[in-house]
């Protein structure tokens, strides 16, 4: 059984910066595809990032491409979301989630995700 914990969530101004953690608890982290999420008020859930299992490689929305880098240490069974130029639009609620499947942009391949932790962006 796999455990998921996000932190690093706040709040910033239009430009800022903040990094996600997502610590994971329980066996062969490695064994997991990990993936961010978002939700912010009255929308559905979408797709953010992911990292391969080896963390060789690394996916993205178009709405973060080359402003989000998704990264993970398998040593330290994390993964991080590192977010620059953040906008306005990017304020919701972040969850990690780990999958073994590889379709990854689907929420519903993930078998575990955290509480999530709070983004807001103001202009």
């Given at each position: 059984?796999?455990?998921?914990?996000?932190?690093?969530?706040?709040?910033?101004?239009?430009?800022?910066?903040?990094?996600?953690s997502?610590?994971?608890?329980?066996p062969?982290?490695?064994?997991?595809?990990?993936?961010?999420?978002?939700?912010?008020?009255?929308?559905?859930?979408?797709?953010?990032?992911?990292?391969?299992?080896?963390?060789?490689?690394?996916?993205?929305?178009?709405?973060?491409?080359?402003?989000?880098?998704?990264?993970?240490?398998?040593?330290?069974?994390?993964?991080?979301?590192?977010?620059?130029?953040?906008?306005?639009?990017?304020?919701?609620?972040?969850?990690?989630?780990a999958?073994?499947?590889?379709?990854?942009?689907?929420?519903?391949?993930?078998?575990?995700?955290?509480?999530?932790?709070?983004?807001?962006?103001?202009?």
């Amino acid at each position: 059984q796999m455990q998921l914990v996000e932190s690093g969530g706040g709040s910033v101004q239009a430009g800022g910066s903040l990094k996600l953690s997502c610590a994971a608890s329980g066996p062969a982290f490695e064994n997991y595809i990990m993936g961010w999420f978002r939700q912010a008020p009255g929308k559905e859930r979408e797709f953010v990032a992911a990292s391969s299992k080896n963390g060789g490689s690394s996916y993205y929305a178009d709405s973060v491409k080359g402003r989000f880098t998704c990264s993970r240490d398998n040593a330290k069974k994390v993964v991080y979301l590192q977010m620059i130029t953040l906008k306005p639009e990017d304020t919701a609620v972040y969850y990690c989630a780990a999958t073994q499947d590889y379709s990854i942009v689907d929420g519903k391949h993930y078998g575990y995700w955290g509480q999530g932790t709070q983004v807001t962006v103001s202009s």
